[in-house]
């Protein structure tokens, strides 16, 4: 959908505040004006001091949600297209501080061979990850089942923003906040039979869930076993629905970074979903860039159709991740905050599509692949309503509002 009202007014047949409603709403926090003493430091010692402040929050990050322990060896997967320099800088002081060694391993979708990463999780039991290795030689999948076998645990991490971790930043978030948080929605989540998910925009869909067999996962970010692994920024509730039972028109004001990185869409696109499959996808150019991306995503896959299956559905609890929309006045293709912190926006639902082999017990569906796209539906105008009842929601009578038109009150009342 077009940001920039000026340049697309016109190209949608919205009216304004409709189009207004997927810009950051107004209960977003304004950020703190600096002091006149920051304004007044030279910028090498304020360089210094954001970077010090980073790194403790850094050092909190990985002992409260990654659980590392004294003296556990830390491989860093150091790929330049999916972790900015800043990050690997703060990671660097964090780990030094904590006394922790570690070993920066550089990687690429188009140079590492598979048989050269399982030799360094030997030596290491913790992963932090920037590879978003989405067209790896070695596929997510089997990097998960390596570490099964060598008992390593992973925060997978890519398109990591360096300010997520100043304060108030999405990487702040308190543990024991959100884990209530989590708690409270998974209670309002367990016995949906199903859900219908609309927008002011347009989306009206339907999605049966396999209540009683697949479970809700609360993603915390504790990373404490071996074999685990969950992503940072964390705070997520997810599980797969009934693959086969989702059904309706699902709008896009975004894209997944894999895409597109822009901020927001030159017009709207538009999914038919039929069978839990997208059978349809219309809109302008970026709803080309991504019928572009399945096509060549769907060579690569054992299952050329595993890519257009509808995979997850998933509601973000964050009360500090931002949504992917950076300048509200700015043009549509200006870059926006990464995918994976904007899905974890409380209020924020997600829906994915493709491999929905989660790794979470109780969540796994029955597809397999190597791609897996989440694509957010942000809190403003959306609506979500829970049924309990398998006939009341084939007759779509005595539903529960989760959320209503963006209010959560029915999420946590």
């Known amino acids: 959908m077009p940001l920039d009202h000026q340049e697309t007014q016109g190209q949608s047949s919205l009216e304004p505040n409709e189009t207004a409603s997927i810009t950051p709403s107004t209960y977003e926090k304004e950020p703190v004006a600096s002091s006149p003493s920051d304004r007044n430091r030279p910028p090498v010692l304020n360089e210094i001091l954001q970077l010090k402040n980073r790194a403790k929050n850094a050092e909190k990050l990985l002992l409260g949600f990654g659980e590392l322990k004294p003296h556990e060896g830390v491989l860093i997967f150091n790929d330049p297209s999916g972790m900015e320099p800043a990050v690997l800088q703060v990671l660097k002081c964090a780990l030094a501080d904590l006394g922790n060694p570690y070993t920066v391993l550089d990687v690429s979708d188009a140079t590492t061979e598979p048989e050269t990463v399982p030799p360094h999780l030997k030596n290491h039991s ?66 949906s039979v199903g859900l219908r998910i609309q927008t002011s925009y347009g989306t009206d869909l339907k999605m049966a869930l396999k209540q009683g067999k697949r479970s809700w996962f609360k993603e915390l970010g504790n990373i404490a076993l071996g074999g685990e692994w969950g992503n940072f920024p964390s705070g997520e509730v997810f599980t797969t629905p009934d693959e086969e039972k989702v059904e309706g028109t699902l709008v896009l004001p975004f894209l997944h970074r894999d895409i597109i990185q822009g901020q927001g869409v030159d017009e709207f696109v538009h999914l038919t979903i039929r069978g839990g499959k997208i059978a349809k996808i219309d809109g302008g150019k970026a709803a080309d860039a991504y019928r572009e991306f399945l096509k060549k995503r769907s060579t690569h896959e054992t299952d050329p159709l595993s890519v257009i299956n509808c995979a997850e559905i998933a509601f973000g609890a964050n009360s ?71 006939e009341d929601f084939r007759r779509q009578k005595n539903g529960r509002r989760l959320i209503d038109q963006g209010d959560l009150g029915g999420l946590f009342g």
Request: glycine share 10%; net charge negative; charged share 25%.
């Open 126 to 191: 913790f992963i932090w990850s920037s590879w978003g290795m989405d067209e790896a030689k070695l596929p997510i999948g089997d990097l998960i089942l390596k570490l099964k076998e060598s008992g390593c645990r992973m925060a997978y991490c890519p398109g990591f923003k360096a300010d997520s971790l100043d304060e108030g930043g999405a990487a702040t978030e308190d543990r024991h906040e959100l884990e209530t948080r989590l708690d409270r929605m998974e209670t309002r989540l367990k016995n």
């Open 320 to 390: 500090k991740a931002r949504t992917t929309v950076v300048n509200p006045e700015g043009h549509y293709s200006e870059v926006g905050i990464p995918t994976l912190e904007a899905e974890k926006r409380l209020g924020t639902i997600h829906i994915a599509f493709g491999n929905s082999q989660h790794g979470s017990e109780g969540t796994d569906g029955h597809t397999y692949g190597n791609t897996h796209v989440d694509f957010v539906i942000p809190r403003q105008g959306l609506t979500v309503t829970s049924y309990e009842n398998a």
